[in-house]
């Protein structure tokens, strides 16, 4: 069984900055991508950026590329994400996962976090 944990939402003001954490456990990891997505209230869950265990390629949606960093942690098993200059339009619920392939339809992702909220204030 997969768990992912998600931690470091909250309120921010347009202009600032917001780590989230992403920690994963119950079995190894290695092969995994691991994935952040975003729901905002009367959308659909969209791809955010991803990235592998491995260290290979990163993946951006082009709404966040240049504001938004993701990384990971091998050795806390931990997968960060980075985000600055935070726009009103970043408010969502924010969402990990991981799968073994890289897709950008979340619905074909294997495993989920419970997500963290984002806000932004303008």
């Known amino acids: 069984q997969v768990q992912l944990l998600e931690s470091g939402g909250g309120l921010v003001q347009a202009g600032g900055s917001l780590r989230l954490s992403c920690a994963a456990s119950?079995?190894?990891?290695?092969?995994?991508?691991m994935g952040w997505f975003r729901q905002a209230p009367g959308k659909e869950r969209e791809f955010v950026a991803a990235?592998?265990?491995?260290?290979?390629?990163?993946d951006y949606a082009d709404s966040v590329k240049g504001r938004f960093t993701i990384s990971r942690d091998n050795a806390k098993n931990t997968v960060y994400l980075q985000m600055n200059s935070l726009k009103a339009e970043d408010t969502a619920v924010y969402y990990c996962?991981?799968?073994?392939?890289?897709?950008?339809?979340?619905?074909?992702?294997?495993?989920w976090g419970q997500g963290t909220q984002v806000t932004v204030s303008s």
């Open positions: 996962a991981a799968d073994r392939n890289l897709y950008t339809r979340a619905t074909l992702w294997s495993y």
């Open positions: 119950g079995r190894t990891f290695s092969t995994y991508i």
């Open positions: 990235i592998r265990w491995s260290g290979g390629p990163i």
